[in-house]
């Protein structure tokens, strides 16, 4: 029982949480100011701070943090991982700066485990050292996709093709133009065993059939750079080598994925809820009403407790879900990754609500405020919404009794 | 004791729910296509189908329901009112069609009840014409407006004329291309008694010294045609004449103007409450994942109940403190007032959130969702925020002990 | 749309106020202390106060006020009764001296109703009377009661005779030395249709069969001098006489039964609400902790404010659905009175653990806070749970979008 | 970062499980029968049950877990204390049977740290070897003990003596037939630095002038065969070697006194939250109501999760807690400290009405579940209220701003 980071973890930490406050935070503004706001994505571009960010930060080393591989990065598990990307979720825009932005996370992870040679050369390589990004195109608008045998489209095989049909939205990252491929789910057979049906297929989003209809808004707002795509897919050709791992693969496939990657979002989660937890308290601090600075008003202090040990017990029980993940795996973790995947998430709309709160009319206008609201309010129903992982806790524990 | 709604009510009642159900509905996105999106509020428009409507609503005598003076409207009172608001909330833009939407609302009324003749000629009468548009203007970005002594704007006499100095932000309805003035409160002496330092002053909106900076967005959306405007107000020299009743009155206007204001606010986010509950039940009927209907599934029928028995209390305490306006006036209401000003926001939040659960990856792109949601939201901190409201019942409450 | 009690009922508000103020308040220290603590229920003595007082409310005609016979009493509906039972909630021994407590309000209810003229004439007239009372044996500790259609108890029809097997508990009043019958309900014909296989029989409790094994106890406590019986009716035997109404009505009777019950508790819930938050707020103002008074620090205000608020609303909810009761009958109201039945009971509970907070090592150990945090547990219980309440709430508003 | 338990814990981990599983918890019933229920505690027996598992434990070196002194037992560590604890906590007589009960433990680490040598030898020891029980006496009914400053009882230097005066309460351990002394904390000199006034003093309960009034009940019932005292100290008179550490340290004792102690109490909450969701689990599995086990009913599974993940967060916190007592220190875990006392009980708060409700009737007069519910609206009191507690966590949090 030790809840000291690792040695490895401990020589990192403070270069990341440096880099962050020196070079980062202080740039957020700039990237702002460098972003093409438009309805039309086309038009987005990349700010070149990020560019700039990024070449720093790799010139450091300070990359690719999330692979566990040692070849291809500094090879740390996850729970090494986590504290950085705790750091990394103290700025919107940090994660991309370390290349360890999702879903690109997610994405390279599948092609390290599950890619064929040539689907690594092509695709990851570029990816790993950002020349590229990706999209993963699962989520789909007509059906409910937090039961994921729901899904309607297709992965084809016909002759020495894959023939990929259907429309998927939340591809996340699809207006980015440096935006390269995707990932793709659909149904290869519909007759095989309920979990042997779907495959993932790489798409080169300047396949034929593959038109992005519009990128998504949430809340009103949409992502820029990145957006989140909505993508028919009509009729899309490809060689049978576009299938990742082969087909009927699909589902083995994303739970690999989406178990780090859930604890990914967790972690950043809690450094954007700790932003949000200090915006609270310098608000509390430094203004003042009825003669009193706000802390000593009324409940905010109860208010300012109870964040604090909100946070802390998610970030507790973040750490302990990756440990679990390392040491048992995707399956022996199941439990602690689908509950912390609905802990974190709505911690952080709590807290981010409190800052708001007392902030009053300047924390419904604050601009940070209202990104981590919304990305609190986005995390607890992208990957699977909060109902379908109680879901899984609940099963879990009254399998014990049964 | 007795929860049906007045003869009165109860012939207005269908005309109007007809009208929202039968024009204002259907018309909702046609009012958003025909809406100018623009970062620069000058560019703004209203929407054709909006004075066309209200040339409808008009013809029927569908009009200024709000105003209990029975010479220039109907003549109800608040607990008449209610039920009218409430089915006005159920769209956003239904309260500008039947000329109840505020600010234009309580500065109308200060007019009524405290404006000169001149006022009332030169501004009151189009206001409720509808052919102007107005705004009010109190808050300020430097201090915490929940508590109104910090206020540093001056309204200051010198010679015939009045002074006004000072920064204002939230003032909404100042982007809105026909907003021809606002009402200003100001300091006019500072060593006055604390409650007659004030004064609120009626600014054309084209007086030299008066410079809109910017429309403030609420999670980033601007409210156009409306806006929420920050204004500087510069050494705007206005004749004596333009105090409304007289300078060093400003708190008693604000306090008659807040009261039903509040109440309004409250009507409204209960019919938007239903809307939104609405949305969620549908889902929850329409629905399918893992073989069921949403409706079926884990606890989306205790959240259904929950949302239903919070609305329906959340209204009662409205109608209540709508009736005890009537009877008791501002002060003899006010701690039911202040209550339903905490309650009812509060339970449109809840609402809309579980709206917005329910419905997914839609929910957090949903217009309509979203924008109930951003209502709720900022109406907890409108108008004073939930922890001001909740001191004074607390304060109320203790008093009896004491 | 009017909040003010009618005529009538503003007539005997005063009365009861005053006498609870004087009279029964005053005496409810010489109640306890003339109680008889016994683990043998048996022994059990009614304290001499209570028939003192009874006897001097009965004399100034403050008595039977629940049943809305006007024959029989002074006959108001269920929304005159609710202020009446509020005032009578204030204090747990009041509505016994009015002669309006459970279940003997219920049971005599059901005897106006549905009775034979010999057992109102044997039975009732004593009960109206309080020289005897009641108990109500439905529930059964080996299967969910919540369902009730999962009765095992049976009321079989064998000759002239109707005979009586089964096991019951939470039969309140059963261990009251004055209580002289009680209403059974069984299943009679098991493959009738799903309402009509049950019926009610009225069970004197000398006849041979019934034994009463045990009080069970509510939080350890035995609630002496009524308890809360188990019995067991063994082969019991009566005349086809004692079947009420006749067999196979049980259903009916039990629901005409339930509504104006359940909001009788609810009523008398937000009476020991009131209770519960004046004993908060008076800590507030008298105790004094690191030099202010306990209101003055941290959240407490808000907390107050809170429990202002929600029984405010609990009280609105209760008289919509007394009122709903009486103008639109039992399932005219069902919505209303399933929904008022759980937020009552869990508005009690909140405001019950704030007032024991507050009052830290008194709160624990202070009697009338642990009996009023009991009936709140209790009352979130007993007469359906929570759970089952929602369920209906939700089905009433999922029905209108199917 | 390592969540597995140290070797030293994982060797005693299932001794301790097994002991309690086979011996304990089917002994539980056996010690009720055995116990004498009285009013009056000078009545109460020891279950002689509890001697003979007190025996075979001991043998088994099964004890004194809770002292990191290596001498005087196995010298644990409080990370490694506590999953015996939480195991403890399983059963409300476990922690006695291993010597491991407060306030004992608490009393025992006082008198290693700060205890004479004649004070060891003639109270420390036959405590170890639980021949003889003790209290601690520091809170008092006529003040707000939450600050303790407020403390008035008094420990006077007169000659050679030392004499104390006050009303104390809430002495738990005081009607143990066993109980030989308390520890009473008195001001010694209240014009010494705000710290130093307090002084701790052994007394021996037959001291002429210690009066045991009663037994203060906690929800009705009175904690046989331990009690919580309510004692007046009149004019007792003790040499001046009764001081702990010498007088003006009582501060400082109870500061190293409570870090640890509440911890304890938040291991044991675990355990006993882990026994009330096993209930609500057994119960959900294994009752049916329309058809289906509850645990397929509306938001039961929601609650199972819920409850699932509060423990496990709960239990993380403490967890880390103990470990940053153990690496920091008092002051430096205290934050953690303060914040885990209020997670703990109130998580078991949940957790415990969760599984009350789900009981139903059973829930409301089932004796471990209420003595749960006990536990945990004891603890959200006892070593200072909830509140105290969040301002200690909030005033560090703030502190970081200021």
């Known amino acids: ?21 020196e070079r980062v935070k202080p740039n957020e503004r700039l990237y702002d100011e460098q972003l093409v706001h438009s309805s039309d994505f086309r038009q987005w571009r990349i700010p070149p701070i990020m560019e700039q960010l990024k070449a720093e930060a790799k010139s450091l080393g300070l990359w690719n943090f999330f692979l566990p591989d040692s070849d291809l990065g500094p090879g740390l598990d996850n729970r090494d991982y986590a504290p950085l990307a705790e750091i990394m979720g103290q700025s919107l825009i940090a994660p991309e700066v370390f290349n360890c ?7 390279a992870e599948v092609l390290v485990r599950y890619g064929s040679e040539e689907q690594k050369e092509k695709w990851l390589e570029p990816l790993l050292d950002a020349r590229i990004r990706s999209g993963f195109a699962m989520t789909e608008p007509a059906v409910a996709s937090s039961d994921a045998t729901n899904m309607q489209a297709t992965a084809e095989i016909v002759g020495d093709e894959v023939v990929l049909n259907g429309q998927k939205w939340w591809t996340s990252g699809a207006g980015d133009p440096r935006c390269k491929f995707v990932i793709f789910m659909g149904v290869t057979d519909k007759n095989a065993e309920r979990h042997q049906r779907h495959s993932m297929v790489l798409v ?15 809340f009103g707002q949409l992502s820029e750079p990145h957006g989140h795509g909505e993508i028919i897919f009509d009729n899309v050709r490809l060689p049978k080598s576009a299938f990742i791992a082969g087909p009927g693969r699909g589902f083995e496939i994303a739970q690999g994925r989406l178990g780090p990657g859930r604890i990914h979002h967790c972690m950043r989660t ?5 932003v949000a937890l200090e915006r609270l308290c310098r608000r509390a601090v430094g203004r003042v009403a009825f003669g009193k600075p706000l802390a000593n008003l009324g409940g905010n202090r109860e208010i300012i407790a109870n964040c604090r040990m909100a946070i802390e017990q998610a970030r507790l029980y973040t750490l302990k879900a990756a440990w679990a993940l390392d040491k048992y795996g995707v399956f022996g973790a199941l439990a602690d990754v689908c509950a ?17 709160q007392i902030h009053g009319g300047e924390g419904i206008s604050d601009p940070e405020l209202n990104q981590l609201m919304a990305m609190a309010r986005v995390l607890r ?22």
């Not at 401990?10 to 949480?17: F, K, N």
């Not at 809690?270 to 700790?274: D, K, L, Y």
């Open 381 to 402: 129903i992208a990957d699977g919404p909060d109902e379908v992982h109680r879901g899984v806790v609940a099963r879990m524990e009254i399998r014990k009794y049964l």
């Open 270 to 274: 809690i450094g954007a809820a700790e």
């Open 101 to 107: 932005n999702a879903p690109d996370t997610g994405n």
């Open 204 to 218: 080169p989003l300047d396949t034929p059939g593959v038109k992005i209809l519009r990128m998504v808004p949430i």
């Open 1 to 21: 029982m030790d809840f000291e980071h690792s040695e490895r973890a401990r020589q990192i930490i403070p270069l990341v949480e440096r880099f962050v406050r």
């Open 340 to 356: 912390i995947k609905v802990v974190a998430p709505n911690v952080l709309q709590m807290v981010v609500d409190a800052a708001i």
